[in-house]
């Protein structure tokens, strides 16, 4: 049985945001991380088969203060088409601040979609980010568009947090145009389907 020594999984992933931080997400390597600890390569091995989830760690990490801000905006604020805007605008910042993190583990999903971790091939849809973004998306176009009458397991309002997480992470940037192309689109759909309930 492997040595499990205290604290070092978390210590890994400090040390894997600090080189992040200080030399951007191409710097991350497990030999630089076990030296920066003081360990073994294998020793890290014990706690992450590879590079990917090491930086599978350091993107939830990074990203939890990220969440916290954006539910803040979205409890803090009014509920309308502002605010979908707004979060999406916030969003984008969130991202540009992280260096193209998650973008790189969403692409790398896409490419090595065979990962035998995850059977499906879907990576950032079995994170706890992933979960949670789809939530406050969920919460967002309910408190932005009056959908409280949508319930909690309504199959076209989950078509919709996936097309507008789809949206979101597909663009490269805080283009206002495209967020407002996005909050039109969304707009539209919402009428038709308030139409569809009247029925």
């Known amino acids: 049985m492997p040595k499990i020594i205290k604290d070092l999984r978390e210590k890994i992933i400090k040390t894997a945001i600090t080189i992040f931080n200080e030399q951007g997400f191409d710097a991350i390597d497990i030999r630089k991380i076990a030296k920066e600890c003081n360990v073994a390569v294998g020793t890290l091995y014990n706690y992450f088969p590879n590079k990917k989830e090491v930086v599978y760690e350091v993107f939830n ?27 999406i605008l916030s969003l984008y910042k969130e991202m540009e601040k992280k260096k193209g993190i998650g973008l790189y583990l969403f692409r790398m999903e896409i490419i090595e979609s065979k990962d035998e971790k995850v059977e499906d091939g879907n990576f950032l849809a079995h994170s706890k980010f992933h979960e949670r973004h789809a939530k406050q998306i969920g919460k967002l176009l309910i408190k932005s568009y009056g959908l409280g009458d949508a319930g909690d397991n309504n199959r076209e309002l989950d078509n919709l947090i996936n097309t507008v997480a789809t949206l979101i992470i597909t663009n490269k940037g805080a283009d206002v ?8 689109m969304v707009s539209s759909y919402v009428r038709d389907y308030r139409d569809r309930l009247c029925k």
């Not at 990203?63 to 605010?83: F, H, P, R, T, V």
């Not at 145009?177 to 039109?184: C, G, K, L, P």
């Open 61 to 87: 990490e990074l990203w939890y203060e990220s969440m916290n801000k954006l539910e803040a905006l979205i409890d803090s604020s009014e509920g309308n088409e502002d605010l979908f805007v707004d979060y």
């Open 177 to 184: 145009e495209y967020v407002m192309f996005i909050r039109d």
